[in-house]
T-cell receptor, first 114, second 112 residues
Framework: GQQLNQSPQSMFIQEGEDVSMNCTSS?????WLWYKQDPGEGPVLLIA?????ELTSNGRLTAQFGITRKDSFLNISASIPSDVGIYFC??????????????FGKGTHLIIQP | EADIYQTPRYLVIGTGKKITLECSQT?????MYWYQQDPGMELHLIHY???????EKGDLSSESTVSRIRTEHFPLTLESARPSHTSQYLC???????????FGPGTRLTVL
């Protein structure tokens, strides 16, 4: 099935550092979404992107929808301990049809050392 | 904050039992989804629904079944649970204008 390539798989950083992660796909998506998941919980939507080239911020988070519609990145500035978790990218509305759900990346595990 | 609920949150059962995982949302969303997720891994779509009496299979094959008799309710049933069904099951819903998907807290199922 369709896959999103999300990198890095994991990040070990110091509190206060900036974080960057990205997703790429061989297919075009009409919408890119970024979620954060804490252990034992469901994913929580952080940022949604709807147009190629769109750059959107949500507090310390910034995400961009790539011009080719095949990639997206998420940046977190000045990380804090509560940023720990798994971050997933997800594409929606891909070309070629298929089920109407989201296609998820494999996640980026963010670990922050105080 | 999305209003989507799942019960039970945790379930440990023996092989061969029939189980139903409940999902309900109070947002009036037409579209609802079930995803399966192994710990720390990506989510895979197993079922979705566009509205009442509509159900479709997702990208990942699953032995579970779903029903959509009411807009707010989208239960998932396993007729005979097996250890291979051990996983986390996440329900989501979406609606206009943007159709972003909002997730419930999940049900962690363990089949012994």
């Amino acid at each position: 099935g369709q896959q999103l390539n999300q990198s890095p798989q994991s990040m070990f950083i110091q509190e206060g550092e900036d974080v960057s992660m990205n997703c790429t796909s061989s297919s075009i998506f009409n919408t890119w979404l970024w979620y954060k998941q804490d252990p034992g919980e469901g994913p929580v939507l952080l940022i949604a992107l709807y147009k190629a080239g769109e750059l959107t911020s949500n507090g310390r988070l910034t995400a961009q929808f790539g011009i080719t519609r095949k990639d997206s990145f998420l940046n977190i500035s000045a990380s804090i301990p509560s940023d720990v978790g798994i971050y997933f990218c997800a594409g929606f509305g891909r070309s070629g049809g298929g089920a109407d759900g989201l296609t998820f990346g494999k996640g980026t595990h963010l670990i922050i050392q105080p | 904050e999305a209003d989507i609920y799942q019960t039970p949150r945790y379930l440990v059962i023996g092989t061969g039992k029939k189980i139903t995982l409940e999902c309900s949302q109070t947002m009036g969303h037409d579209k609802m989804y079930w995803y399966q997720q192994d710990p720390g891994m990506e989510l895979h779509l197993i079922h979705y629904s566009y509205g009442v009496n509509s159900t479709e299979k997702g990208d990942l094959s699953s032995e579970s079944t779903v029903s959509r008799i009411r807009t707010e309710h989208f239960p998932l049933t396993l007729e005979s649970a097996r250890p291979s069904h051990t996983s986390q099951y996440l329900c989501a819903s979406s609606g206009p204008p943007r159709n972003e998907q909002f997730f419930g807290p999940g049900t962690r199922l363990t089949v012994l």
